[in-house]
Structures are given as C-alpha cells and as structure tokens.
C-alpha cells in the first residue's frame, strides 16, 4: 500500500512540471511571436512614411487638420481666401512702400537748394585811409600812447560827413561804445556784420529797421574816446561769424 501512494505521489509531482514546462514554454512561443508581429508593424511604418517628412511638417499638417475639423468647405475656402488677400496685401503695400521712397529720393534730388550769396560791400564814404587793419601786426595810437591791435579800417572825413550803409541788412542796435563813441551796427545775410563807429549822430536809422545799400545811416563825429587825437573820420568794422576781417579785401 505504502509503495502504491509513493508511485502516485512521484506521477503527480512528474505531471506537475510537465504542466510547469509547458506552460513556461507556451509563453516564450508567445512572447517570440508578439516580439515578430511588433517588429514586421515598426518595419512597415517605416516603409510607409515618407523621407523627407520631418518633426514641423507633421505639427503644421496637425495644426492645419485641427482648425479645419468641424468647419464647412465654405468656411474653410473663406479661410484660405482671407489668408491669401493677406499675403497679397503684404507685397502690395511693400511694393507701394517702396514707391513712396524712391519718389521721396527723387523729389529732395529734384528740389532745387536755395543759395543765398553773401553780401558785396561797398566804401561807407569816401576817404583816405589813415589807419588799416590790423589784427596781428599792433600799431602806434597817439590817443592812447601804446602799440595795439586795431580791428577795423578809418576813412578820413570831415565832421557831419553822411555814412551809408555798406550792404542791405537789419540795424542790429545802435549804441554810444566807451571805446568807439557813437556806433551802428548792421546785420546781414549769412553770418556777415558792419559796424560803424565814431560817428557824430545816428538819428536816421532805429533798432530793427531794414536798410538798403547805400542808405544814410548817420554822420562823421569824433566820439571816439580810443581815436580822440586822430583827425576826424570813421572807424568801419566788418565780421563774418564774430570774427573780424579786413574791410578792404571785402569793399568794392
């Protein structure tokens, strides 16, 4: 008896694994078909895509898709339509934004520049000149009994002698200078200045009045506290920017 129920016990245990092996290899066949099938689907796919499809591509092919889905054919015609006048107008607009450059480039090119010549003086009077110019080089003044510069020219006149104007211009101000006496000054185109000093009166001009060439602007004095010892005449300035030049290189 004790024999007998050994025999089915080592049947049982032998039957046991059988079962154990044949389950244990029915799931690698498994697993080695479901690894072929999953393999030959990756093939495929591959086959079917295209080459040069990339990333961007599929996400604006996507992106497109998406906001067509649950639109007409009407609306998404309409949208296609819309975008396209959108693009035309772009390069229209660029196309006219350049026209309006050239033009523009054109027009200053074409648009004459206004030249204003600088003026021509003339003699303020007629006269002698006992005193010249002198920026650099000094010269004796018996008035002040020293060697200085002297920024102008004097014409020698007799007293109440008329002075015109050496230019068209604006009188700038007329004033009595502690060095120079009684003085006017004129204003005209293009930075230039004249001044005329030593006079005896400037009653026929005012402040801000335009003058022409050769209009009386006053009379030969001796108001020139500087020049007092000299004859009689007029002490005449002309500036270009401030800066002092030499009246005969600029009389004509």
Do not use: C
């Amino acid at each position: 008896m004790k024999n007998k129920i050994k025999k089915i016990t080592y049947v049982s245990i032998i039957l046991t694994i059988l079962v154990v092996l044949s389950l244990i290899i029915g799931m690698i066949i498994n697993i080695n078909r479901m690894y072929s099938e999953y393999k030959e689907q990756t093939i495929s796919l591959k086959q079917t895509m295209p080459e040069q499809t990339n990333n961007n591509e599929l996400i604006e092919d996507y992106e497109e898709t998406s906001s067509s889905i649950g639109k007409t054919v009407d609306e998404v015609k309409n949208n296609t339509a819309h975008e396209t006048k959108s693009e035309e107008d772009k390069k229209e607009n660029k196309i006219n934004d350049t026209k309006e450059t050239v033009v523009t480039e054109q027009t200053q090119q074409n648009t004459p520049v206004t030249v204003i010549p600088d003026p021509i003086f003339i003699k303020p009077l007629e006269g002698e000149i006992i005193k010249e110019y002198s920026k650099e080089n000094l010269i004796y003044s018996e008035t002040l009994k020293e060697w200085t510069t002297h920024n102008g020219v004097d014409i020698e006149a007799e007293l109440a002698t008329v002075v015109k104007a050496s230019a068209e211009g604006t009188v700038k101000s007329i004033k009595n200078d502690p060095r120079y006496g009684i003085t006017v000054i004129i204003e005209h185109t293009n930075g230039y200045e004249t001044r005329y000093s030593n006079l005896l009166t400037a009653e026929f001009v005012t402040v801000g009045e335009n003058v022409i060439k050769g209009q009386t602007i006053g009379t030969v004095g001796s108001t020139s506290s500087f020049e007092v010892l000299d004859k009689p005449h007029l002490h005449f300035e002309i500036l270009k920017d401030n800066e002092y030049l030499n009246p005969i290189s600029y009389i004509k």
